[in-house]
């Protein structure tokens, strides 16, 4: 059994940066694409930002593009997501998530879920 652990979340101003690491355990999640989620009561939950098992393929939502980069370190078994320019929009709970499912190229969920930590953004 796999298990991933989300940090980083918090309370940050608008235009400010977080930083959000995923820390996977039990296994090596080196052979899996993963991402990071995220989620608003009453919506469902979105894909934020996803990176293939090398690192060298990464996806990007279109409402964070050019503010997040997710990136990854198969040798510390984490993955990143840095997030800057953040607006009060990207107010959620956000998901790291690995072995990655998809409809067509566009990952729409995964085999493995962290427990989800909270970023709000204030305005």
């Known amino acids: 059994q796999g298990q991933l652990v989300e940090s980083g979340g918090g309370l940050v101003q608008a235009g400010g940066s977080l930083r959000l690491a995923c820390a996977a355990s039990?296994?090596?999640?080196?052979?899996?694409?993963m991402g990071w989620f995220r989620q608003t009561p009453g919506k469902e939950r979105e894909l934020v930002a996803a990176i293939s098992w090398s690192g060298g393929s990464t996806y990007y939502a279109d409402s964070v593009k050019g503010r997040f980069t997710i990136s990854r370190d198969n040798a510390k078994n984490t993955v990143s997501l840095q997030m800057n320019s953040l607006k009060p929009e990207d107010t959620a709970v956000y998901f790291c998530a690995a072995k990655l499912h998809y409809s067509g190229s566009y990952p729409i969920g995964a085999d493995y879920w962290g427990q989800g930590t909270q970023v709000t953004v204030s305005s």
């Open positions: 039990g296994r090596t999640f080196s052979s899996y694409a």
